[in-house]
């Protein structure tokens, strides 16, 4: 529909504006699409946004540390203290040490990863509900804050990973094959992973703000589910078959052995769950159907964030 | 020239569900009667209207009748239950308070921030930076957190990133009236020079004036519905009419509750009814107006106890802000007034009032020989004047313009 021109002046501008204007489509706003219609639309939306995605990443960054005179050293001083409690305490006091080789590499290995994962879905809970600023004033893909949140705990974790490889390096080296055939594939599990918790997590809690009380005691479970101040020897030599078998569903069980198996080169010999690189890749699949899953739950509850917050 | 439409409105429904309770230990102890800790209403219903490119439209209502409900649906930050909005080109919102700043940031990164939610590339907000803090005027703090700004600061700093990010569609809330005198005559400037060039505004504003002032169509909500769309003055006439009657409402609530404090001495006279019995020209659209210059009669009709003698009347024209424009009292001007029964209908007569366009109201009272006020209503018969516009204020006049040398 278009409308007769009043009588009124309109500037050269104007005309130009209503020109560029008319040829460009009406866009339907916010609108109600069924559960798997609006896929295309909406994570062409967030492809769109993948600028303002790296940009709240860094200010993810730079809010958390703003005040601080340490800065950005603070993520490498937790895991390092946990590291130091780990092998003092599991490995020299209780003598797991004794059982597995090189223990600092082998706890700091399974800690990287689960630290990227718990990382992950811990700020992803708490990112909508803390950038409630910005979601009642500006439309935009609402998943920018999980996956910014990622983000930022994707770089915590490279400044790890750096720490890990140094010092896999100066304690007993790394071997290659492993490291190519296993670490990257066991990110992409726990990313996947990760972002499908996240998104779920962080729409929850909007409306149930329990939800991030929960994911901490959530985490604490998670952390004794995934092998890293234990061996996964130990399980294997305990455990009923039936309980290894649904250990061995845990992703980021399976990811923490991916590192363990790419770093941890005193390990080459220890028990192994069989068929460990066929199970993450299986993992990885699973995950990215259930990301898309969490995606389209995601885009239903978002639509009353505005006025839940 | 054909201007396209730049918003589709269409049916627009949004419920509003109102849970009593957050935390999970609430809602599992009250599953069984969640539907009592639900409240719903909608806060739209079956809103539905198009804007053209170029034009300005003013949204005004009550509290609560969905004005700023049916801008964050427009902006995408709510979805709606039913009907869908339809826009083209780029959307700038200015929503309450700031337009989604981290605390914790610098002004700084919060213009890049800002801008990038808006739709800016990062050159875009570097080519633009400088006239962002120059237009805002708080170069001095800009490299402060956020947390640390006043709400004028904030605004301002809001206002400049999204009038630098060409919107083709600015949304505006209410926001404005935060900033200082200075800052609104800036941003009043820039939203017209914003008309000028063809863009589309949508105002939220509880100022009639802003809203007669800048739109050129307004629209009014009442309870999620629109009660009147059209021409701005018609529709702000609306609206006070809308408002006149809650208004009455309150302030016959308040004089019942005194009536019964001093229900034990009975009332001499009191003011049944006050209304225009004269000189009111009904509008096509059934608007009853005063065309300015013409002679209106003011009827004010009474009630007494006992005959009544020697009392006098009072009666100002009020505009909407409580402001007496005109005041006038027949002890003041001498007159005897016949005594009165038991009810009479006293009448004044204003001639030629020369009213500027707007909407009045009147205060009347009547008071007894000693000048002691026996009854008054105020806020009554809600007056709408109509003239040729070309004048603004409240008096009309027809000024002439002449040119000539400087008197030695």
């Known amino acids: 529909m278009t409308n007769e021109d009043d009588s009124t002046e309109v500037s050269a501008a104007a005309l130009e504006r209503f020109a560029s204007l008319a040829d460009r489509p009406l866009r339907t706003v916010a609108t109600n699409t069924g559960f798997l219609s609006g896929a295309a639309r909406s994570l062409s939306d967030i492809w769109e946004h993948r600028h303002l995605w790296w940009l709240l990443t860094r200010r993810e960054l730079k809010a958390r540390y703003k005040d601080s005179v340490l800065g950005y050293v603070w993520t490498l001083i937790r895991p390092l203290v946990n590291l130091m409690i780990y092998y003092l305490a599991i490995g020299k006091i209780l003598g797991a040490e004794r059982a597995i080789p090189d223990f600092a590499v082998y706890v700091f290995a399974g800690l990287t990863a689960w630290t990227l994962f718990s990382t992950t879905v811990a700020s992803s809970t708490g990112s909508v509900v803390a950038n409630s600023g910005i979601v009642k004033k500006v439309y935009l893909p609402r998943e920018i804050f999980p996956l910014a949140a990622t983000g930022s705990a994707f770089i915590d974790f490279l400044s790890q990973l750096a720490i890990l490889v140094v010092g896999s390096l100066l304690i007993r080296g790394i071997a290659p094959e492993p490291l190519v055939m296993y670490v990257p594939l066991s990110m992409l599990v726990i990313l996947v992973w990760g972002i499908t918790f996240g998104l779920i997590l962080s729409a929850t809690n909007v409306y149930l703000r329990d939800i991030q009380y929960l994911v901490e005691v959530g985490l604490i479970i998670g952390f004794w589910m995934t092998p890293s101040v234990y061996s996964y020897a130990m399980i294997a030599d305990s455990a009923p078959p039936w309980l290894i078998d649904l250990y061995l569903l845990n992703p980021t069980a399976l990811a923490a052995m991916g590192f363990q198996k790419g770093f941890w080169l005193s390990g080459a010999d220890a028990v192994w769950p069989p068929h460990l690189f066929t199970r993450l890749v299986l993992a990885l699949v699973v995950g990215v159907v259930l990301m898309f899953i969490a995606q389209r739950i995601f885009d239903r509850l978002q639509r009353n964030f505005a006025q839940e917050l | ?408």
């Not at chain 2, 309770?21 to 009667?33: T, W």
């Not at chain 2, 009810?343 to 000693?370: C, W």
């Open chain 2, 1 to 408: 020239m054909q201007r396209p439409d730049v918003i589709q409105i269409d049916k627009v429904s949004k419920k509003f569900t109102v849970h009593k309770d957050k935390s999970l230990k609430e809602r599992i102890v009250n599953a069984s009667r969640s539907r009592e800790h639900a409240e719903e209403y909608w806060a739209l219903k079956e809103v539905g209207f198009t804007v053209a490119a170029g034009e300005s439209i003013g949204l005004a209502g009550a509290n609560g009748s969905g004005k700023s409900t049916l801008l964050k649906v427009i902006g995408g930050i709510l979805t709606p239950n039913g009907g869908e909005v339809r826009t083209r080109g780029r959307v700038a919102a200015l929503l309450e308070l700031g337009a989604g700043f981290h605390p914790d940031l610098t002004g700084r990164e919060n213009i890049y921030l800002n801008a990038s939610v808006l739709g800016l590339t990062e050159e875009e907000i570097d080519k633009q930076f400088d006239s962002i803090v120059e237009f805002s005027g708080i170069a001095d703090f800009i490299d402060t957190q956020v947390k640390f700004y006043s709400s004028g600061m904030y605004v301002r700093l809001a206002f400049s990133v999204a009038v630098h990010s060409d919107p083709d569609i600015l949304l505006v809330d209410e926001v404005l009236a935060v900033g200082d005198e200075p800052f609104q005559r800036k941003c009043m400037e820039k939203i017209r020079e914003f008309q000028n060039e063809g863009r589309s505004i949508i105002l939220v504003s509880h100022s009639a004036e802003q809203i007669i002032d800048v739109c050129d169509r307004a629209v009014v909500l009442s309870q999620g519905r629109i009660i009147a769309i059209g021409e701005v003055r018609d529709a702000m006439s609306r609206l006070h009419q809308s408002y006149e009657k809650q208004i009455r409402q309150d302030i016959d609530d308040a004089e019942a509750k005194i009536e019964i404090l001093d229900g034990a001495h009975e009332r001499l006279c009191s003011i049944t009814n006050v209304e225009v019995a004269e000189g009111l020209i009904q509008q096509a659209d059934g608007l009853k107006v005063l065309i300015s210059g013409d002679t209106i009669d003011v009827a004010v009709d009474v009630v007494v106890s006992s005959p009544l003698e020697g009392y006098g009347i009072l009666l100002d024209i009020e505009t909407l802000k409580d402001e007496s424009i005109f005041g006038m009292s027949s002890r003041r001007l001498q007159l005897k007034l016949p005594p009165i029964e038991h009810t009479g209908r006293i009448t004044v007569r204003l001639p030629h009032l020369d009213l500027g366009e707007g909407d009045y109201s009147f205060n009347v009272a009547v008071t007894n020989a000693a000048g002691v006020e026996m009854d008054r209503k105020r806020h009554c018969a809600l007056m709408t004047v109509r003239s040729d516009g070309m004048t603004s204020g409240y008096v009309k006049a027809f000024p002439e313009v002449l040119v000539g040398p400087v008197p030695a």
